[in-house]
């Protein structure tokens, strides 16, 4: 008996990306330059220090003590307590 053997396909060739959109023309300094026209639009960032675990951990504890040992917020505690230390109002 003879084995037929079959041909496999070639492996498929990579199709061609889509029509190109036309750049955007480049402004003359790409840094000072933002898309929306003036830097009054930006927002400035203030650095921020990182606070510690630990100071985070003893200002937390301490709102649970004060309301009574109370169980269950303790995640606002912890919230309450890295806002009083980075100064953010609430």
């Known amino acids: ?3 037929t053997i079959k041909k496999t396909k070639a492996a498929a060739k990579p199709r061609k990306a889509a029509g190109k959109k036309a750049a955007e023309p480049m402004s003359a300094d790409p840094v ?3 898309h929306h026209g003036s830097p ?3 927002s400035t960032v203030s650095y921020q220090p ?3 675990y630990d100071a985070v951990a003893l200002l937390a504890h301490r709102y649970w003590k004060e309301r009574g040992h109370r169980h269950g917020q ?3 505690d912890w ?3 890295e806002q009083e230390l980075r100064g953010e109002a609430s």
């Open 50 to 52: 990182p606070i510690s």
């Open 40 to 42: 009054e639009n930006h």
């Open 32 to 34: 000072t330059q933002n």
């Open 1 to 3: 008996m003879s084995e």
């Open 79 to 81: 919230f309450r307590a």
């Open 74 to 76: 303790h995640e606002e």
